[in-house]
DNA sequence: CCTCTTTTCTAACGGCGTTAGATTCCATCT
DNA sequence: AGATGGAATCTAACGCCGTTAGAAAAGAGG
């Protein structure tokens, strides 16, 4: 966008984003990323190790962006449904993403400082080993974002089905979960 | 496997299930499985019309596998009970396949046969609108992928925890599914 | 102005999916 | 048996991909 900035890791990232979001996921590679930076793709090499190492990044920052939502002194079930919803969020604005994350697994670096905030939070009204929770967790991330799969998967061109369509797929696969995690696992405190 | 047998689009999806299963996703090109049918690349283009093309064979194959364990007269408890094992199973003997089920959606004729069966079994004990009830099986669906693809995904490589890992991991997520679905859907008779 | 490091470039490699057009195979008919 | 014609496969190539080696440029410090 700017002429000629110098590059850098964040910059090949930021980009890497407007090509997912305005190409999608298939119109991804070197070239074209590197074309949109105005450098020729040998470039990035000096940047980045690979193209794998970039849609992890990616992944990263997804996942990141919704750590950040995730606020501590929360219920479990606002821990829990606030994700959800941060996750489809992010990845409806990032609709070529979607593919990236559901294939890339998260650093563990990413996830880990957000394990003490998720315990705390599921350890209120939750009878559940950190274990469990840790799975509860995962589980409905990689529920979400299957969801986000099957909506965006063919980003850019648009869903096949109407977004209502999506919309209560959603509410239902999320409230389901949510509610199976208070059956089986909320203390009878 | 044997010297020269005739081409057709069936010995291509089986070759590209032993390739899916030995050599993993990443290895799985039209030149490789061309290899392994002792012919050329293009030939295979006159029995399946591309890549991709392919690749929904294999996912509508691992779904066919799986509608083919419903019985009819199951209580909604044990079909999705039953899918959830039979998709995951299905996914373990074929780990490579599962990164190919994640991304390609299963095509629409393959699925619609199971429907009446699964309507007729969930609306037994649970009151679901016909949309709920499908959102609910292809909600699980996509979660037994997700974990799937979590632990298969860099097949043949071995998973990057120990099976007992995902095995609690996937016998958290299903059973706390299922529970939210007896918990927001049981009906009160 | 020269030197040294950092950054970008040119050029190429091997592999990919796919296609056009020539070629071989094989059943059928005379 | 030989000719015919469609079905099946092959050869060769196109443009794209990720990646690398090594040359060139850009920039900082003396």
Redesign the interface.
């Known amino acids: 966008m700017s002429p000629a900035a110098r590059l850098d890791t964040d910059a090949i990232l930021r980009a890497t984003f407007e090509v997912l979001d305005q190409e999608g996921n298939a119109g991804l590679s070197m070239r074209t990323l590197a074309a949109r930076l105005q450098v020729k793709a040998a470039s990035l090499y000096y940047h980045v190790p690979n193209k794998a190492a970039l849609l992890r990044l990616v992944a990263d920052r997804v996942a990141g962006q919704v750590i950040m939502t995730l606020a501590p002194g929360q219920g479990w079930r606002e821990l829990l449904d606030g994700m959800a919803h941060a996750l489809r969020g992010t990845l409806r604005t990032h609709p070529g993403a979607a593919?990236v994350v559901?294939?890339q697994?998260t650093s563990p670096e990413v996830f880990e400082p957000a394990v003490p905030l998720v315990l705390s939070s599921m350890r209120v009204g939750l009878s559940v080993t950190d274990?469990?929770a840790l799975?509860?967790v995962?589980?409905l991330y990689?529920?979400v974002?299957?969801?986000a799969?099957?909506e965006f998967?063919n980003a850019p061109a648009p869903p096949t089905a109407p977004a209502a369509y999506y919309d209560?797929?959603f509410d239902?696969?999320v409230?389901?979960?949510?509610?199976?995690?208070?059956?089986?696992?909320s203390s009878a405190d």
């Open positions: 593919a559901a294939v697994d274990e469990e799975h509860l995962q589980s990689v529920l974002t299957g969801l799969l099957a998967g209560t797929w239902i696969a409230s389901t979960f949510l509610a199976g995690v208070e059956a089986r696992y």
